[in-house]
Structures are given as C-alpha cells and as structure tokens.
C-alpha cells in the first residue's frame, strides 16, 4: 500500500470535459422518452398558475442567435415557475401568414397570378408547416421544454376560426369601418402596411420651392400674387389640391428687386428664404395672420384649371420650408385630415406598383414615382424658385427594405380612437420590466391612428365581409359567426374554394341584393391581427391554459407590434388586456455592436453554436447579458462564456468528487453540530439561495449569473475549497471534521444543482445522475430549495465577514513574503499575528483553526508590539518566517512532529495518528516506498 492511498482524495466519474455537442441530444432523447414535460405538468397539477404566452415567430429559416435569446429567456422563467411551486405549461406557437412566404416561393418560380388561389394558398401552407417543423427541431436542440407537439399555428383552422371572432366581435361593436385615407403602402409588396411593419432609413431627396398664383385672393391678398411652398415629394405636387398655413403664424408679402412677382412666405423665415432664392434685396408689401388667409384660392402650378384652396392647419411649423405646406389630401395623414375638414378632393395619382397613372396626366403616366423630378422641373418652369438635395429620415417597408409612400386607397380599418382611454388605462394596470416599457407602449397608443387591417396580398386569413349589389358591407354577428364555424371545420381556405353565396349561412338574404347576389372581400387581414388575436386562440382556447397570461415576453420592438396588436384586441373585444406583465428585451447585436446582416457577414447561427460550444453555453450566455438593453454576442463572447461555465462545472465536480462516499441519510451532520466555518458557507450559501429565488421571480437572469460566478468564485474557489484538502482528503474518511464539510459540500451541491437546472438543465441533470440519494429520477421534476432562517444568522455573518477582512490582510503579507523569497507555498509559512484585542477577540470568537483556513503551517498570536518589518494595518501587523520542522509527506505541513515511522512514513503526529487507527494492515506490513 502507498502513503496516498491513506488520503481520501475525491474520485468521481463526472468529467471535466463537458462533450456539450454530443452529449446534449441524448440528454433530450432521454428527456423526450421520459416524457418529462407531462411529468412536470402531472406533479403540478392543482397548484397556482403562471400563464407564459409564446409570442409567435414568422415561420421561416432555420432560427436566428434573436430568437435563441427570446426561447431560452421564455424557457428559463417557465422551468424556474414549475419548479418553485407553480403550474406553468407552456404552448409555443408560429406565425405563418404574410408576404416572406410569398416572397420566398416567388424566389423559387412560383407565379401567384397564374395560379388559382386554393392552388397557391395550399403551396403557402406547405412551405408555412415545413418551417415550423425546421424552426421546432432548433428550439427543442436549445434544450427548450414545451408542448413541442401540440403547437399553436396561425394557419390552424381553430386559430383561424377564434380569429375571425375576435374581428366579429369588434366589427358588433361598431369599431371595424372602411375608409379610403392615406395609409403606409408599399409598392414592393403591394399591399397596405401598419404602422409596425415600418422602419426608417436615412436618405437623400430633392426638395423643391415653388409659387402658386393667387386665382382669388378674396380681398387679402391681389389676385396674380403668389404663394410659395415647399415639398420633398415632388410627385405629390400631381395631386396637391391646397395650401396650408398656421392660423397664428406670421406671413409677409414681399417683393424681390428686379422681379414684377409678389411672393408670401413666412416672416421668421423670409431672410434665409431670399438667400436660398437669390434675392439680393426685397420689399416688404404687407403682413398677414394665417387666419385671414383662409380660403384664398390658388391655381395648380401647371394646371390653371385646378384651383388650390388656402386652409388652415395646426401641423404647420417654420421649422424648415416656407411655413406653407402644399397639401395632397391621398398622400399624407396630415393633409387628409386637414384636406376632409376643408372639403379637398382625394386624387390618387399612383397605382399599386408606385407608377404614375392616367389621373397625373399625360407628361407622367407610367413613370415610377420616384423617378419624375425632371418632369416635375419642367412643368413648374418660371415657378420654381429653388431646389436642393436634403438628406431625412423616411420610412421603409420592413420585410422587402424599399421605401414606402403614402397613398389613399379604400382600406379596412379597426378604430382605435373609439376606445383609446380603456386600452390606456389597461396600460397602467399593467406591469413592465424594464419600467419605461409603460410610457413606451403609452405614448404610442395615446398618438397612434386607426388601425389599417387590410391586405391586398393572397396569403393570410380573408376579412370575412360581403358587399350586396347596392355595395353594402356585411360584417353582422350572423355572418361572421357563420364564417367562423366553417373556418374550424374546413380552414379559411374555403373562402376561395366557394363562391360567395355558399360561404353565406343557408338562407340569407339582404335588402342591398333584391336578386340575392353577393361579392366577396378580397383583401386578406393584416398579420398582426394574426398574431393579436392569440390571446383567443390560444390562451382563452386551451384548457390548460388562462387569459389573461401572467407574462408577455417579446423584444422592445413588440411595443409596435404584437404588445401592441393584442392590446388593441383584447381591450377592444373584453375590456382588458390580455396580459398581467409585459417584459422586453433589447436587440441582438454583433461583438462590435452593429446590428447583424448577411451582407456583413457577422451572423451568429444558434445551431453552429451548439456544435461547437453546445447549447449549454448559449443559455449561459443569455443569462450573462443585461436584457433591458440591446446584447452583444460573437464566437469570442461565447468563448468566454464558455471559459465561466467551465469554472462553474469544475468546482462542482469537486463538490461531486468529495462527496462520493456521503451518505446523506446516515452521515449528514445537523446545522448545529457543524464547525464554526461550515455554519458559515452554509448561512453564505442560503443567502445565495434568497438571491436567486427573488432574481428568478423578477426575470433577472443577469442577477443569478453575477451571484452564482461570485459564490463558486470568491466564497468557494478562494475560500472553502482552499482550504478544504486540508480537512477532506487528510482528516480520516469517518470524521466528525470531514462529514461536517461533506455535509455543506453536499448541501450546496444539491440546492445549487436545482437553482441552475432553468438555465443549465443538460449540465443538471448530467450532475443529478450522481447524486445517487436524491428521490426524484430528474433533477426537472424536482423543487427549488427553500430559503432556511438559522438563528443568529446575521451575527455570524458579521463575524466572519470581519475574519474576511482579516483574511485578506494576512494574505497580502503572505504574498509580500512569497516575492520576498522567504516561503514558497503558503504551507510553509510561520505567520505571527501581532494583534489589537479587537482582532484577538474576533479570532478567539470564531472558535477555529485559523491557520487552517489561512493555510500556513503555523500561526502565533501575539498582543506584543508589532517590530518595523511587519506588514501593517489598522489594528494588525503580521510577520512570516518559514515555519520550523519539516514537511509532512501526507499532509504537506511544515510540523516539528514529523518523522521516520516505522512503517516507512515521514508523518507528523497527527497524520500518525490517523493511519494507525485505520490502515493497521499498511502500519503491520509497511508502506511502499516507491
């Protein structure tokens, strides 16, 4: 028998090389052969509720490093909830309408137009389900645990049907109209967009200054003056029909030297205007109120037969311009709005392409409409007063990335007016993490328009209206519940597959059709009324389910969007919101903090990740990164955070290694039995439990990350563990000192193992499988460890948070003395303690061995006066010497104890002691020397 063999040194089969990539998928297998989800959903069965509602991504590609963030974040709240006493299923869910899909399959040939719309929407629908199958396997290789198999999809028929439900209830409500005012459109896409599915890029446009002659200047202004406006949309001027003035601004008439014409502008403006016209001198001819302009008419600049009637406007400003703006009630919000009160005409000169049509006229009939700047020039002629290139911010179709225009068409909208205060004081009611969340969603309710819900593309759920021939809409409760049966039974596909009178209920007649003939609406609905209708498609449908959800979770751009859609929906139909809470999350951004594109190159694919790394380090990864704002993530991060749970899975391993032969039923030493420092790391560690439960229950993964890194870090690595050897491997297997760390050793293991499972549950459950006397088969189905309230608590932390101090000033004279030669290790050491009775007390207090946990060899305390080498402090002085005698081959102390047994080891008493008293056969017969 060997010396070492005398040591009881921690064996474990646990390995410290993870082998996350291969390793994880059988984890899952098993997971999924197990049944563990139904198993979680059984043991909490009849337990409080939490309700997470998956909002849905678009199906389609493989899963992006955005979406990772997002699942993983939704699973590590629901896996914290099962296990702390909730019942907390968890449904995912697809978005499958909208244009990407149609786009893709335009990408791959298919020609929509030349194909019927059964026989379009069915390939739609395939690709839609093939992604959702691609988009399933990513997340479950996430480690993600849901109801993978019983999904909610948008295209579902039941989906379909609780939809058309939700409009049907808004539409009895009077809050579904149709209206042709200017809406986002996209002419890449042809069709209508909502305000969500808009983002703003920075470009350059021509903004141009031009000069309305006064027709009838109504005894204000002399007939043939003129009025100067400004536009960056020059093809806008094709429909313009007024002029806009600020009711309380000041205008001036002036005239230019060496020019007959009289110009109005603005009086704040008029100097700056007559540099950029090249004015060298003007005459002021008379000043104005905007109010007295009211109604002085205007002739069209190249259209004497058109007459612009000047109005009134509150959106006017002088920021920029001539503080006159030339107002074409079918392309903008403002000037329909202004354009309705004053009567103006809605003359649409674009068509659903961005072409100009046969109402510009004959000069711009088939041009595109960003293309007629030298058209435009060319009919204003002497009109034109200046032009120039301005770069502004404008808004783009989000998914096609193409500029967008204004444009009036006859739209479907949801009235938001008619019922903003509720949906605002359901915002109150609501509670956000972060906290601006509220003001964020708050203001965009309290400024937004009406909704626009239709569509003019072909893959999404029909607006289930008819027209009879008098061109009466028909949205009634009757019909629309009807639409919505047939919808669960066959799918909205049956909308283009029956004509419209077989789509209406059996009998149905209607004053506006004396010859009982109906059309059928062919615009499609907007998808976030897709999505925003899950609060009843999923939460209110399923059983297992509530509404309203305890908990939204999207990214801050959902505030616009699916916050936002189901907000509208929920309150519109019943009053409330369909959510208690709301979290958001900031954006995904590259290692350098540039959002990710294709083009850059810098995209991070969650399954290359997981190949490498594993998913393990992904989720770690999310834990690690402060959410409330936009993330970082790169190959160099991850590797980083890969090097932090490798420290996390080594220190565990240790705790697993050494606790190998513990039983905790037999050997388990009770709290008040324990050593003065096990109480400690036990009160330490408990207060880490606290931390962890209340981060979990405030979804502050960032909280968890930075305490658990600290504990295994400072207060296990740097401390107990440190010193640890000194009391597991040397002290006799049996020991009272031993079972007493072992049982802290134990006691951590186990709880932190649990409290890690939401964020790290692969490693858990490889860590479960060792600790062979926990009941539960799966570290899953088990419950987080309680917070324990041990008594005198906060005293004996007090007390060695003060040895911490202690501890940290004896460990800087030993370092000085390492660099100084004098020792190497610090087991070598004689440290001399010249100490303040304060010190002196502490140390007596705390009832241990403190050279032990300094980890020296031996240790004097002194009350006699500190000599001028010591390294000093406050209230102690410490001096190192090498300790006296020699080093025990066992323990490795210095001691004056050892020497030469008689069965071949150079031991000190104390390790004597303990081989004699249990390795008598080795004492008998003499240990190896080699």
């Known amino acids: 028998m060997k010396l070492k063999e005398t040591l009881n040194l921690g064996k474990t089969a646990f390995p410290m090389r ?29 337990k409080p509720a939490f309700h997470l509602h998956d909002g849905p991504p678009y199906a389609n590609g493989n899963i992006h490093v955005g979406h990772a963030l997002n699942k993983i974040s939704k699973d590590i709240i629901v896996r914290s909830k099962s296990m702390s006493g909730f019942r907390a299923p968890y449904v995912p869910g697809w978005d499958t309408h909208g244009l990407p899909i149609e786009q893709v399959l335009a990408k791959q040939g298919v020609k929509r137009k030349e194909l019927d719309r059964a026989t379009y929407l069915k390939m739609c629908r395939d690709y839609a389900l093939s992604q959702v199958d691609k988009q399933r ?167 004497a037969e058109v007459e612009e009637l000047v109005i009134l406007g509150d959106h006017v400003t002088t920021d920029s311009g001539t503080g006159i703006v030339h107002t074409a009630p079918s392309f903008g919000e403002d000037d329909y709005n202004v354009g309705m009160k004053y009567g103006l005409e809605v003359y649409v000169t674009v068509n659903e392409r961005g072409l100009m049509n046969e109402l510009a006229g004959p000069d711009f009939e088939g041009q595109f409409y960003d293309k ?345 690595s740097a401390f107990y563990l440190d010193f640890a050897k000194d009391v597991v491997y040397i002290e006799a297997a049996e020991s009272q000192a031993r079972r007493q760390m072992q049982t802290v050793f134990y006691d951590i293991l186990v709880k932190i193992t649990k409290l890690l499972t939401p964020i790290l549950p692969h490693t858990a459950e490889e860590i479960w499988s060792y600790l062979e006397h926990e009941a539960e088969e799966f570290v899953q189905l088990a419950e987080m460890p309680e917070v324990v309230n041990f008594s005198n608590q906060e005293a004996i932390l007090e007390e060695w948070d003060a040895f911490m101090t202690f501890r940290t000033q004896a460990q800087k004279a030993l370092e000085e003395a390492r660099n100084e030669k004098v020792i190497g290790k610090s087991l070598e050491a004689h440290l001399t303690v010249y100490a303040s009775q304060e010190v002196k007390t502490l140390l007596t207090a705390l009832d241990s061995d403190i050279a032990q946990l300094l980890i020296v060899s031996q240790l004097t305390v002194t009350e006699d006066a500190a000599p001028e080498s010591a390294v000093t402090f406050d209230d102690v002085a410490f001096t190192v010497e090498h300790a006296h005698g020699e080093v025990c081959d066992r323990c490795r102390r210095v001691d004056e104890t050892v020497k030469e047994r008689s069965y071949n080891a150079l031991v000190c008493d104390h390790c004597a002691q303990i081989i004699e008293e249990n390795f008598t056969d080795a004492v008998a017969q003499g240990f190896e020397t080699k």
Not at 20 to 25: A, G, M, V
Not at 152 to 172: C, K, S
Not at 196 to 202: F, S
Not at 599 to 610: C, F, L
């Open 18 to 46: 993870a082998g996350l990539p291969n390793k994880e998928p059988q984890w899952q297998k098993e997971w999924e052969e197990a049944n563990i989800y139904d198993k979680r959903q059984q043991l909490n069965a009849g």
């Open 137 to 303: 396997d990513d997340f479950k290789r996430l480690g993600v645990s849901a109801d993978w198999e019983n999904p909610y999809v948008t295209l579902f028929p039941e989906y379909e049907a609780a939809q058309i439900r939700v409009f049907g209830a808004m539409a009895d409500k009077g809050y579904i109209y149709r209206g042709a005012k200017p809406v986002y459109w996209s002419w890449s896409s042809e069709s209508a967009l909502a305000e969500a599915e808009i983002e703003y890029h920075d470009i350059d446009s021509t903004s141009l200054y031009y000069a309305n002659k006064v027709k009838d200047g109504k005894g204000v202004l002399e007939n043939g003056t003129y009025i100067v406006v400004w536009t960056t949309t020059p093809f806008t001027i094709t429909a313009s029909r007024g002029l806009t003035v600020g009711p309380d601004m000041d205008y001036v008439l002036v005239k230019p030297a060496g020019d007959t014409r009289q110009f109005l502008v603005a009086e704040v403006l008029v100097d700056s205007l007559a540099e950029k016209f090249g004015w060298e001198s003007f005459e002021l001819v008379s000043k104005h109120k905007g109010a007295e302009l009211e109604y002085i008419v205007t002739e069209h600049p190249w259209d």
């Open 372 to 716: 007629v700047v030298p058209t435009v020039l060319e009919k204003l002629g002497d009109l034109l007063l200046a032009k120039e290139v301005i770069n502004h911010s404008y808004p783009f179709d989000w998914r096609t990335k193409k500029p967008i225009i204004w444009r009036a068409v006859p739209q479907w909208f949801a009235s938001v007016s008619k019922f903003r205060q509720d949906i605002l004081d359901e915002i109150d009611n609501t509670k956000f993490y972060p906290s601006w969340g509220h003001t964020r969603l708050f203001n965009m309710i309290r400024d937004r328009g009406d909704w626009v819900i239709s569509r003019q593309r072909a893959w999404g759920v029909p607006l289930p209206i008819f027209y009879a021939e008098d061109g009466t809409a028909i949205m009634t409760k009757e019909v629309t519940d009807h639409i919505a049966n047939l919808f669960e039974k066959e799918g909205s596909i049956i909308w283009w597959e029956r004509d419209a009178k077989d789509l209406l209920p059996e009998g149905f007649t209607h004053p506006g059709s004396p010859n009982g003939i109906f059309e059928k609406e062919t615009d499609i609905m907007d998808v976030w009324f897709d999505s925003g209708s899950s609060w009843n498609g999923v939460m209110n449908a399923r059983e297992e389910l509530a509404y309203p959800a305890d908990l939204y979770l999207e990214g801050s751009d959902q505030y616009r969007g699916w916050f936002n859609s189901s907000l509208i929906t929920s309150v519109a139909v019943n009053g409330h919101a369909p959510y208690k809470s709301v979290l958001s999350q900031g954006f995904v951004l590259d290692g350098k903090g540039e959002k990710m594109s294709k083009s850059k190159g810098n995209i991070i694919s969650p399954n290359d990740v997981a190949k490498q790394y594993g998913a393990e380090i992904l989720r770690l990864w999310v834990a690690s990164v402060d959410t409330d704002n936009d993330v970082r993530v790169s190959m160099e991060i991850l590797g980083q955070v890969s090097e932090t749970y490798r420290k996390i899975r080594n220190t565990l391993r240790f705790l697993i290694a050494n606790t190998a032969d513990f039983n905790p039923a037999s050997d388990k030493v009770a709290f008040e039995d324990l050593r003065a420092v096990d109480k400690y790391m036990t009160i330490k560690f408990n207060g880490l439990v606290e931390t962890i439960r209340d981060a979990y229950e405030n979804y502050d993964f960032l909280a968890i990350y930075k305490s658990v890194v600290n504990f295994i870090t400072v207060d296990l």
